[in-house]
């Protein structure tokens, strides 16, 4: 796995937060701002950047407080796009991925910035987030989300919802439903596996 890195970044216009990234060994193929769970930056999340890495993506997480707001997401996003822009990735070629209560942010993210794309895996989310029925009609990034329907995770009939609110945004979105994986894909290996393959494709599809 590529190795993971965290800093203090400030702004010139004195915007500040940590930052943790990796970076790729060879050509860079675009940038990806990784939106963490819940619990913050783990080991789970500096293994998926690492591993985000490894594919050839510039990747960053920004690191958010237990319970987000709607504008804490957007200002730490930004700043982590402006970092990505500053390290010369092309604003066609970045992309915003969360999961758990990231999942969430990164629907907030694709609804109200333009991405060259945006996934969600899971959708668990603090009560300071809107509700992601609400935010996909809104989206304005290419979207995908990827959701299980075992343990805490919004139920079939919601993320039903949401696929057809997410329908009606204009942008390409696509909702994929895994029946025996929970919020973390970790009930399921199999449903993990192929959850990871098509975020992988999603931005091989629409960052190029």
């Not at 937060?17 to 930056?41: F, S």
Request: glycine share 12%; no cysteine.
């Amino acid at each position: 796995m590529t190795q993971t890195h965290t800093e203090h970044h400030e702004r010139e216009d004195g915007r500040a937060i940590e930052l943790t990234y990796a970076e790729p060994e060879n050509v860079v193929r675009g940038g990806l701002v990784v939106l963490h769970e819940a619990e913050g930056i783990t080991a789970g999340v500096r293994l998926l950047i690492g591993s985000l890495a490894s594919e050839g993506w510039l990747a960053v997480a920004p690191h958010l407080n237990g319970e987000p707001s709607q504008e804490d997401v957007l200002a730490a996003t930004d700043i982590a796009l402006a970092w990505l822009a500053d390290h010369g990735v092309q604003p066609d070629l970045i992309g915003v991925v969360g999961f758990d209560l990231g999942g969430t942010a990164a629907l907030v993210v694709a609804a109200n910035r333009t991405l060259g794309a945006a996934v969600s895996v899971g959708g668990q989310g603090g009560s300071a987030l809107p509700a992601l029925v609400e935010t996909a009609g809104k989206l304005s990034s290419p979207w995908l989300g990827i959701y299980g329907d075992a343990g805490d995770e919004p139920a079939a009939a919601e993320v039903e919802q949401l696929r057809d609110a997410a329908a009606r945004s204009g942008v390409v979105t696509d909702v994929v439903r895994y029946p025996g994986a929970n919020h973390r894909f970790d009930a399921d290996p199999k449903a993990a596996v192929e959850a990871w393959q098509r975020t992988l494709n999603w931005f091989d599809a629409h960052l190029r």
